[in-house]
T-cell receptor, first 112, second 117 residues
């Protein structure tokens, strides 16, 4: 069974304190790994897609990396506006219609 | 502007009542999805549709029904058979975005919060 586990469940940082969020996955072949940002009461906002081990993508203070078993979302010098829930999802090979399996999310709070 | 709209933003249901959540997209996407989100849990797939007049059950379809009569619309009905419907409901769509390997991303609407009274 495909599984996605995110850690930690919650992370509190001071402004400027860099850190990483983890997404561990178990799938029968990976077709894509996705990161989303979700603000309270809103729909998830797409951030990155990673397809193969060793791949990295960056957007402002965020950088996503991928290995064969996990992905990291690195946050460099975070600001309070980076506070949100970060969701990780995988699309296993052979799944129909682009079905995704999501982790439970990491709630990030950045204090000024 | 292209995007996905969901309505209403808040919905209240009485016991034994069916309610329908609207999802519309003008992105010309082929695939559409409905997810349910509960506190502390990941998104769980209710139904999905790849083309008009075709849809498939997801992981938690019991107590829900959908239709796909138009490419841009994918309404979800929460029936009285769904015993614990209070949740945040998210609609998503997916299609070709014009760049290599960009076919996979799902884009989400703003959500509908359903509460049972």
């Amino acid at each position: 069974e495909d599984q996605v586990t995110q850690s930690p469940e919650a992370l509190r940082l001071q402004e400027g304190e860099s850190s990483s969020l983890n997404c561990s996955y178990t799938v029968s072949g990976l077709r894509g790994l996705f990161w989303y940002r979700q603000d309270p009461g809103k729909g998830p906002e797409f951030l990155f897609t990673l397809y193969s081990a060793g791949e990295e993508k960056e957007k402002e203070r965020l950088k996503a990396t991928l290995t064969k078993k996990e992905s990291f979302l690195h946050i460099t010098a975070p600001k309070p506006e980076d506070s949100a829930t970060y969701l990780c999802a995988v699309r296993p090979r052979g799944t129909s219609y682009g079905k995704l399996t999501f982790g439970q999310g990491t709630i990030l709070t950045v204090h000024p | 502007d292209g995007g996905i709209t969901q309505s209403p933003k808040y919905l209240f249901r009485k016991e034994g009542q069916n309610v329908t959540l609207s999802c519309e997209q003008n992105l010309n996407h082929d695939a559409m999805y409905w997810y349910r989100q509960d506190p502390g849990q990941g998104l769980r797939l209710i139904y999905y549709s790849q083309i008009v007049n075709d849809f498939q059950k997801g992981d938690i379809a019991e107590g829900y029904s959908v239709s796909r009569e138009k490419k841009e619309s994918f309404p979800l009905t929460v029936t009285s058979a769904q015993k614990n419907p209070t949740a945040f409901y998210l609609c998503a769509s997916r299609g070709l975005t014009g760049s290599t390997n960009s076919y996979n991303e799902q884009f989400f609407g703003p959500g509908t919060r359903l509460t049972v009274l």
